[in-house]
């Protein structure tokens, strides 16, 4: 999160892509309901949706295979790369 705070995206995506995707979902779901609030229709709006979190799993499960592999197979050690 410290790096997301201070504007290093690609550090922040390293350690945790699924900040970045949270902070997105959460701005678009602010987004929807002000749009909602503003248009009086509830076609824009979000709300909680399965989708998002299957997606956020789905993020750390490939995530997690990726560094796991790159660490076990090729011995990288992805935290450790300079950008």
């Known amino acids: 999160m410290k790096y997301l705070l201070t ?3 690609m550090l922040s ?7 970045l ?11 929807s309901t002000w749009i909602t609030g503003k248009a ?7 709300g909680r949706k399965n989708t998002f979190v299957y997606i956020g799993v789905v993020i750390l499960i490939v995530n997690w295979l990726f560094k796991n ?15």
């Open 69 to 83: 592999y790159m660490l076990v197979v090729k011995g990288v050690d992805l935290l450790l790369v300079r950008l």
């Open 40 to 46: 009086g229709q509830r076609k824009w709006h979000l």
């Open 21 to 31: 995707y949270g902070v997105t979902v959460l701005a678009g779901a602010m987004l």
């Open 7 to 9: 504007g290093h995206l």
């Open 13 to 19: 995506l390293r350690y945790h892509p699924l900040v």
